[in-house]
């Protein structure tokens, strides 16, 4: 059974604003990161990361550790992905990867593994479950040969799964194999819809492999939806609702279709004809908010619902919410190692991101250095930036004094210029302001990603645009 919002006190936390979204959607980053990884330079190479890993070591390695593994292979294309993926038939690629990866493994477990315990693994992609059991079981025994993980009912250890890819025997042996949280994509349960992205997935297939997870014990269970997919509407997005709400996850996610298909290839096999117009997405936004609060999910952020009980959820009320590249998260201090190709790391005051492609992957291996291609080593203002975003984007507030306390500003005169900015969003009702404190209404908490941006310094600079800032989505 859901739980109702109201039988643990919780109303809605967020107000949907149609005439608001309206005037203030534009296009900016997520920020997984800050700054983003477009800032990212190749400049920054394996000897900048393994210096932040040694100056890690050298402070007590204080933090625990978050692993998180790139699997790229899918077996079939979705039109509408826009992820870093590999569609091949071929298994032998994945054997030659493992071996590459194993090796990046070898490397980092080398520099980083008598630091402190993994509280954290995620494995994304493409499909994880790309791989076999064997090659599964593989992988995590050699990963357990160089680092120390937390026990089961400590540590946080998820699964990206394609419920098309599994039996209901192989999330059973997920689950022995260590993993306790599961992400399902779901995307629509609409046949027409699953039909024009070239993604069929009976919903039968869904919750069988729903309920194989409950019953193997897995603590947590997360849907990812997407809504503005071509011949999506508001009927058939509320059906999907229904029945997602009804499978009772524990977790759900609900991104917005950015359709871009001169970045994306695949997408321009989406008849653009059918995709929902403008204010078609946006009611389906407010009819997602709508059935999803009522059900009894809060809402985290950025797309994403949790149940009150949830881990997330908790936390956020805390006060001790993070967000990095695996999403929102719990375990705020940990150190982020990311193995496998396009990977990113974040470890003390760096990002690093490791080669977009197999071949440089590979060759980079071969020369036994770590396949960093690119990232960026903050600088003071960055850290500062960061944590406001960060405490913005889980916490939707922001204590002026705590960080006027951490960092040597006096905050009015340092973020002037920003000050005049959010004024105008707090006559937009989005915010308000007092000299204590910063605190997002239930209207700006949709668009919370703009409240962000007038915090990021780099987006007022004058450069030459870049393949990755055309990336950027709509904020709504």
Not at 243 to 266: E, G, Q, T
Request: charged residues 25%.
């Amino acid at each position: 059974m859901v739980v109702p919002a109201t039988a643990l006190s919780f109303a809605p936390n967020v107000q949907f604003d149609a005439a608001l979204i309206r005037k203030l959607s534009r296009q900016g980053p997520r920020y997984t990161s800050y700054p983003t990884a477009d800032r990212f330079t190749d400049g920054f190479g394996m000897g900048d990361y393994m210096q932040a890993v040694n100056s890690v070591r050298a402070m007590g390695a204080r933090n625990p550790l978050s692993l998180y593994v790139h699997i790229p292979f899918c077996d079939k294309l979705c039109y509408y992905c826009a992820c870093n993926k590999i569609i091949t038939k071929n298994r032998s690629k994945a054997e030659v990867y493992l071996t590459y990866l194993k090796r990046e493994i070898d490397m980092q477990g080398k520099l980083a593994g008598d630091l402190n315990m993994v509280t954290q693994l995620h494995f994304g992609g493409g499909t994880p479950t790309y791989l076999s059991d064997e090659q599964m079981g593989d992988l995590l025994a050699h990963m357990r040969r160089w680092f120390r993980f937390a026990t089961d009912d400590a540590g946080e250890y998820s699964i990206e799964i394609d419920p098309r890819t599994v039996t209901l025997e192989r999330i059973r042996t997920l689950r022995t194999q260590g993993f306790n949280r599961i992400s399902f994509g779901v995307q629509d349960f609409d046949p027409d819809v699953q039909k024009a992205v070239n993604r069929i997935q009976p919903e039968e297939t869904t919750l069988a492999v729903m309920n194989a997870a409950r019953e193997a014990g897995f603590r947590s269970i997360s849907i990812d939806l997407i809504y503005g997919l071509p011949k999506q509407n508001l009927m058939t997005m509320d059906r999907t609702l229904t029945k997602v709400i009804a499978a009772d996850p524990d977790r759900i996610s609900i991104y917005n279709y950015a359709h871009m298909p001169a970045l994306f290839k695949s997408q321009r096999r989406i008849a653009e004809d059918e995709l929902p117009s403008a204010e078609t997405k946006l009611d389906m936004l407010s009819l997602c908010i709508k059935r999803l609060t009522t059900a009894g999910y809060v809402y985290i952020g950025m797309d994403h619902f949790a149940k009150p009980t949830d881990d997330l959820a908790v936390a956020q009320r805390q006060g001790r919410l993070h967000r990095n590249f695996q999403g929102y998260s719990t375990h705020a201090e940990a150190e982020m190692i990311s193995c496998g190709v396009s990977a990113i790391s974040a470890v003390g005051s760096t990002y690093s991101q490791n080669e977009k492609t197999l071949d440089a992957y590979y060759e980079r291996i071969e020369q036994g250095e770590l396949p960093i291609a690119r990232g960026i080593k903050l600088n003071v203002d960055d850290l500062l930036r960061r944590i406001i975003i960060q405490m913005l984007m889980c916490n939707f507030e922001l204590s002026i004094a705590s960080l006027e306390v951490a960092y040597p500003i006096t905050f009015a005169n340092y973020f002037a210029k920003e000050l005049e900015q959010l004024r105008v969003m707090e006559q937009d009702s989005l915010l308000t302001i007092d000299p204590e404190w910063l605190t997002v209404s239930p209207k700006g908490r949709l668009l919370i990603r703009n409240i962000c941006m007038v915090f990021d310094r780099y987006l007022g600079e004058k450069q030459e645009v870049k393949t990755e800032r055309l990336r950027y989505s709509k904020t709504i």
